[in-house]
């Protein structure tokens, strides 16, 4: 980029840099620990035996409120096929959200997928606290919903968030999306060289259109 700006920096409009993707991992932090997990349930919410029908229980309510959060804001909600690339694959949703010019979640996909969460046992042998579990990290195969988001300030984002306790959050945003949101903000003409096949992976270069 450095030698092309040399020869060619007379003929450029202006140039920017930005972050091409950007990663951010979303967790809990006073959850993060099985000793936290235990004071969680039963101090805050008065649940004595941590188990593994409670945990359970907090999966089935997100999956709920996700279920009716999509059917009152007519969502579709659908299983990543095998194959599939989902970027491509919700381009239609996003192409009517723009034309409406509307900003919000426009399409959710569910997604079998590796996650971090609880392994929850009894002990071997008696304790002298009858409520007393053993809470452990484990990696296991669960849900995971991948909402994807038109957002006013940063353009089409993406959120994966498990529906397993914890519920680690990761989320998917792009520097050029949001270079572009400002351009329209400011009405300021632009095109891009191509159009990306994915609105969180790297976009092409902008470029203003001819004056004089």
Not at 102 to 118: C, D, H, L, N, P
Request: aromatic content about 16%; hydrophobic content about 35%.
């Amino acid at each position: 980029m450095e030698t092309f700006t040399k020869l060619f920096g007379s003929l450029l409009v202006f140039v920017y840099h930005c972050f091409d993707r950007i990663v951010i991992n979303g967790y809990l932090s006073g959850l993060s620990r099985p000793e936290q997990v235990v004071w969680f349930f039963r101090e805050i919410l008065g649940i004595p035996v941590v188990s593994k029908e409670v945990l359970s229980q907090r999966t089935d309510d997100y999956r709920k409120w996700v279920e009716a959060y999509a059917r009152n804001h007519r969502i579709p909600v659908e299983w990543a096929e095998k194959g599939v690339r989902k970027e491509d694959y919700v381009q239609p949703a996003l192409r009517r959200m723009e034309k409406r010019n509307a900003f919000g979640v426009y399409f959710i996909f569910k997604s079998m997928e590796q996650g971090r969460t609880f392994r929850i046992a009894a002990p071997k042998y008696p304790t002298k606290d009858p409520n007393y579990r053993i809470v452990a990290h484990q990696r296991s195969r669960f849900t995971h919903y991948y909402f994807y988001i038109r957002d006013e300030a940063l353009g089409p984002i993406l959120v994966r968030v498990a529906s397993f306790f914890p519920f680690h959050a990761t989320y998917y945003l792009n520097g050029h999306s949001f270079i572009e949101q400002e351009l329209t903000r400011e009405k300021v003409g632009f095109r891009k060289d191509d159009k990306p096949s994915s609105p969180w992976m790297m976009p092409p270069p902008f470029r203003l259109p001819p004056t004089g």
